[in-house]
């Protein structure tokens, strides 16, 4: 009996497929990596023979702005040092680093019981000088006016008593003696009025005594005001509105003239003070404008214009220190806090722009890579004005062109597959 008439047909192909697949599975990891050295080998001829796959940017129109960008801080344009105009003890300090203050406030108090002595003296110099310039109109004066008018009487009669002695004597009915009393007499009388008319004129507003005594209360007044301002000094006050930066005094501090105790930071316009690179400077100019934004709030810009230009050089930083005005400065801007400025320099209209990514040796003999045919041109560029991440291009390249970025690594003439973003 045959035992095998029975077997299915197709039987053994199933059975060594079967085998093939056990076998297989086996050797499972070996297969794979013949299957990912396969897929390497043909994605590496596919490459090879088309080239990678490159993201290649658009050249278009547009408007461009030239700008120079660079770092500051922010300064009020000029800064007041406050201090003492003389010498004494602190006797208490009344603001604090860092305050808003208005002119006129008072900040620091000096010790000014002497001053205030002084100028209690002074006054009562200034009463005495004007007590001395009354006497003289109400007392004097009419004193001198009044002896003047005696002595015009005086002098009547001593006239009057000479002629009679003169007339006795002529006639022979007079004595020698009366006739050189009636003379004495009239010579005294005399010399009485000539008194009492200097008398009159010193103490008048053009007399000597009269001039003495009001210089006397002119120097007395001038005393004064000048111990009124030394005990003024013993109060130092904000002479405008502003924030004090800087505070160097303490209570019980000796102060002395020519030493700055505070520092004001006058309320108002703001500066951004900026060293520029120097290859920059032929781009600036007076009256440029420019955003800016504090490092603090990078999101809130505000305007600024150029306003200054040192004229020298700092030869060791090799930059120029350049300022921009600041004419409506945020709430939130502080001294000295440091800024960014975008300045723009120039603008162009309807400008082709190719972005400054795709340009090689921008700064010498500028080129781009430009997709053409599945091939990477070398295309030489003249360039205008630079902006953010793009440039101007002058000759070279024409809208709708399409450029490699630096970073792909395409060499000139290799062939690529154009990826549009």
């Given amino acids: 009996m045959d035992l095998h008439a029975d077997q299915p047909v197709g039987a053994a192909p199933a059975s060594s497929l079967s085998h093939w697949l ?48 660079a770092s500051g801080h922010i300064e ?54 004007e007590a001395r310039v009354r006497q ?37 009915y007079g004595t020698k003696a009366t006739l050189d009393d009636a003379t004495k007499n009239l010579d005294v009388a005399r010399t009485q009025v000539r008194t009492a008319e200097l008398q009159v004129y010193t103490s008048s507003p053009v007399g000597s005594d009269y001039v003495m005594a009001e210089t006397l209360l002119g120097q ?24 004090l930066i800087t505070r160097k005094v303490e209570r019980g501090s000796v102060v002395q003239p020519g030493k700055a105790l ?13 060293q520029i690179d120097e290859k920059n400077l032929g781009q600036l100019a007076l009256g440029q404008s420019a955003l800016a934004s504090a490092d603090a709030y990078p999101d809130k810009r505000f305007a600024a214009r150029l306003s200054y230009i ?40 309807n400008a082709v722009i190719v972005p400054a990514r795709a340009v090689n040796d921008a700064t010498t003999v500028p080129y781009v890579l430009k997709a053409e045919n599945g091939r ?21 390249l024409v809208p709708g062109d399409r450029v490699i970025p630096l970073t792909t690594g395409v060499k000139p003439d290799q062939r690529i597959r154009v990826v549009v973003p």
């Avoid at 505070?262 to 900026?274: F, N, Y």
């Fill in 220 to 243: 007395a007044r001038a005393n004064l005001n000048t111990a009124r301002a030394r005990l003024g000094y013993a109060s130092i006050v904000a002479p405008r509105d502003g924030v």
């Fill in 376 to 396: 990477a041109i070398r295309q030489p560029v003249r360039l205008g004005l630079r902006g953010v991440g793009a440039y101007e291009v002058i000759e070279g």
């Fill in 22 to 69: 056990s076998a297989a599975w086996r050797r499972k990891w070996s297969v794979l990596g013949i299957a990912l050295v396969l897929l390497a080998a043909g994605l590496g001829l596919a490459r090879l023979m088309f080239g990678p796959q490159v993201i290649a940017v658009l050249v278009e129109r547009g408007n461009l702005v030239q700008t120079v960008v």
């Fill in 76 to 129: 009020t344009p000029y800064r007041v040092e406050i201090g003492s105009q003389i010498t004494g003890t602190v006797a208490d300090v009344l603001v604090r680093e860092g305050q808003e203050v208005r002119e006129g406030q008072k900040l620091v108090a000096i010790e000014a019981s002497e001053l205030q002595a002084a100028m209690v003296q002074a006054e009562g110099a200034v009463a005495q000088a």
């Fill in 136 to 172: 003289l109109r109400e007392l004097t004066k009419p004193a001198a006016d009044q002896a003047l008018q005696q002595a015009h009487a005086n002098l009547l009669n001593a006239e009057a008593a000479y002629e009679r002695a003169s007339k006795l004597a002529a006639s022979g």
């Fill in 310 to 349: 040192n004229p020298s050089v700092d030869i060791n930083r090799a930059s120029v220190e350049i300022k921009l005005a600041v004419t409506d400065p945020p709430n939130y801007l502080r001294q000295d806090m440091t800024v960014s400025v975008d300045i723009a320099t120039a603008r162009r209209e």
């Fill in 262 to 274: 505070l520092v004001l930071a006058p309320a108002g316009d703001s500066q951004i003070v900026v």
